[in-house]
């Protein structure tokens, strides 16, 4: 049986950062790329706001200059997905998706979570050209211009009072005729003039052209349809934490987060530790998931040392 004394899984900022941090402590690291190498990332276009890239960086530019950079330093980068594993005792036995097993005396799980959508037709065929789930990631390229917003939570009204402070207006589309949001966040959306609740509606198109999103077309409750002209639509109805191979073994919320002891990213399990989405329902940034990656891979090398591993 193949044995690593790191094991990666998943990619993106947290997992590619961890790997460079761990490679270059001479830890030999195996990672494992996932369902999406590059991860959530990889979905949207130009970065403008990881530091380092004053013209902003194409996502999958930056993601695989990450990838390249942990191979550099002796990282053993996979495809594919680890299909089970044991966290019953150390070393942790897992078996990847080709049904090759390993024996891993650490874990860094850094899988992501992934943006809830409607599963439109529509929206899938205008997502990174106009669709977006990462207010913070793509606002800043609707400046001054008109916005939509769906979903009626907390993470709907914190994407569209973000907006609305660059746009020029921003609707928010809620099926139900009320916020299932905090007071709090309720009273920040009504507060704010450049918001326009649409209540009691469903979005059945998001509309466009080959330049990106123009529109969205809205079924009321009482059976109007109707269409708003806007150049981006926002999903603002939550994230799934990739987790569900975990979650029985890890300490989780109720949304199914990994949850880490707050000073370190250990998990509830000695020798697993969590970074970036998967541990994060509150940043969800790329700056933030690669900054706790490195924060895993030291982690890791501690652990090592005190257990002489």
Known sequence: MEKTRVLIIGSGPAGYTAAIYASRAALSPVLY???????????????ENF???????????????MKRQAARFGAEIRPGRIKEIELGKRPFRVVDDKGRELEAETVIIATGATAKYLGLPSEQKFRGMGVSACATCDGFFY??????????????????????????KVYMIVRRDVFRASKAMQERVFSTPNIEVLWNCNTQEVLGDEFGVTGVRLLRKDGEVFDIKVDGF????????????????????????????????????????????????????????????????????????????
């Open 51 to 65: 530091p380092g890239f004053s013209d902003g960086v194409d996502a999958n530019i930056l993601m695989d200059q």
């Open 234 to 309: 926002f999903l603002g109805i939550g994230h799934h934490p990739n987790s569900d191979l975990f979650r029985p073994l890890v300490s989780t919320d109720e949304n199914g987060y990994i949850i880490t002891d707050g000073k370190t990213t250990a998990t509830s399990v000695e020798g697993v530790f969590a970074a970036g989405d998967v541990a994060d329902p509150r940043y969800r940034q790329a700056v933030t998931a690669a900054a706790s990656g490195c924060q895993a891979a030291l982690d890791v090398e501690k652990f090592l040392i005190d257990h002489k591993a």
């Open 143 to 168: 400046r001054k211009k008109v916005v939509a917003v769906v979903g009626g939570g907390d993470s709907a009204c914190e994407e569209a009072t973000y907006l609305a402070g660059l746009c020029s």
């Open 33 to 47: 790329e996932g369902m999406e190498p590059g991860g959530q990332l990889t979905t949207t276009t130009v970065v």
